[in-house]
């Protein structure tokens, strides 16, 4: 029986991930590309290449108790390809956290790594890894890079104003120019390595007015603005069309066991009818029918 429950379990939870899947266009989009461009790069992209310490060693990412809905749409497009990929959330405010032992490899492949000065509770040693240009070279790429960036760290209108006169107050930006023509743009602190590429990409897109800055203030802020290209601007609409779609995912269900493993459950939260009441026929009935009728 207790198997039973958990393929049930399983079942439902592989259904819901691939209806967050079809949201993103792998035809159009290279997802890994997409996924390089979304990753937490704060201080560098941070890895351990020995596992004592199992907070970093094979993490593909790490994210606010509020990224749960990302997290699953991560989850979403890769555990096909990646089976052995895992969600944890210990409840900390950087408490969730993705791992993958097969994902994490090929992602080291976009990173040039340098030993840090910190080191784990058990001593090894934490690599800050900075991405490399040459990884992307197909006009796909670059754009996959840029809406996974832009889905984490974009600004519009009202957000990349508010920074322009941040930066014009600190005479980082002229002050006399209205940068009127301006109406998007990056904020992604201590992570210059990824600001750069999105200033790069943009401008082989066709973007104009493209500026990088740089801001030593603590936390160091790394801003690039700009104004689109037609191509440009259409990756921003399919960025914002993934947080819309993003943020409608329900979590009401979804479930942590202490060990990171995750679970969907379908059901409301009622409590589930006696174990003695499961009739094992209407359940053969139900798996018998096609999935557009259950």
């Not at 749409?73 to 969600?87: A, E, G, H, R, V």
């Not at 920074?163 to 600190?170: G, M, S, V």
């Amino acid at each position: 029986m207790k198997r039973l429950i958990q393929i049930l379990v399983t079942g439902s939870f592989l259904f819901y991930g691939s209806s967050i899947k079809a949201q993103f266009n792998d035809k159009k989009y290279d997802k890994e590309c997409f996924l390089i461009g979304m990753l937490n790069e704060y201080m560098g992209y941070q890895r351990t290449f020995t596992n004592r310490d199992d907070f970093y060693y094979q993490r593909i990412n790490i994210m606010g108790r509020k990224d749960l809905k990302e997290a699953l749409f991560i989850d979403s497009l890769f555990n096909m390809d990646y089976p052995d990929i895992t969600i944890v959330n210990n409840g900390a405010p950087l408490g969730i956290k993705l791992y993958s032992p097969v994902l994490s490899q090929k992602i080291d492949n976009y990173y040039n790594y340098e030993p840090g000065p910190t080191y784990t509770g058990q001593g090894d040693t934490i690599y800050y890894g900075r991405l490399k240009k040459g990884r992307f070279v197909t006009e796909k790429q670059k754009q996959s890079f840029l809406i996974g960036a832009y889905l984490s760290y974009g600004k519009n209108k009202d957000g990349i104003n508010s920074i322009i006169q941040l930066l014009k107050k600190e005479n980082l930006l002229d002050k006399n120019k209205a940068y009127e023509n301006v109406f998007y743009g990056f904020s992604i602190p201590n992570a210059p390595s990824k600001a750069k590429l999105c200033e790069s990409f943009l401008k082989d897109l066709g973007c104009k007015e493209v500026m990088y800055v740089y801001r030593r203030s603590i936390p160091a802020g790394n801003f690039v603005i700009f104004k689109p290209s037609r191509k440009t601007l259409k990756l921003i609409v399919e960025a914002e069309r993934l947080e819309q779609y993003i943020e409608s995912i329900n979590t009401n269900y979804v479930k942590f066991t202490p060990d990171g493993n995750k679970f969907i459950w379908k059901e409301s939260h009622k409590p589930a009818p006696p174990m003695q009441k499961f009739d094992l026929k209407e359940f053969e009935g139900i798996m018998a029918k096609p999935i557009s009728e259950m």
